[in-house]
């Protein structure tokens, strides 16, 4: 990679992601504070309860789906560790999108399956 270029990202990468982690870590804390506050002032009714629920029920299989979606890509690097493959070859993009959205696919039918029931 070219120094020029890697002293440019490498700064925007860390900010960045330094960045994008206090967004998210201030969205969570600013949405906790604003339910309980709703719960402590008795803004809370059943509608406003069912739409709690239901951003809760969202999140329940969560692990599940980054577990699956992490442990397919890290199959597929594994597998193309024993594949050779030349440095201009586009196999290993095409393995790592098929395994991503393989996972993605067992993701689907396993909350299709349990919901179902």
Do not use: C
């Not at 599940?64 to 201009?88: N, R």
Request: overall charge positive.
């Amino acid at each position: 990679m070219n120094e020029a270029l890697k002293d440019v990202l490498m700064p925007l990468t860390i900010i960045g992601s330094f960045g994008a982690a206090i967004y998210f870590f201030t969205k969570v804390m600013t949405d906790y504070v604003l339910k309980k506050r709703m719960i402590e002032k008795g803004f809370v009714n059943d509608d406003t309860q069912a739409i709690f629920k239901q951003h809760t029920s969202d999140n329940r299989f969560s692990s599940l789906k980054w577990g699956l979606i992490i442990f397919f890509a890290g199959l597929s690097l594994v597998i193309l560790e024993y594949i050779p493959t030349g440095p201009e070859s586009p196999l290993p993009y095409g393995l790592f999108a098929l395994s991503v959205s393989l996972g993605f696919l067992v993701y689907y039918y396993i909350i299709k399956r349990e919901l179902n029931k």
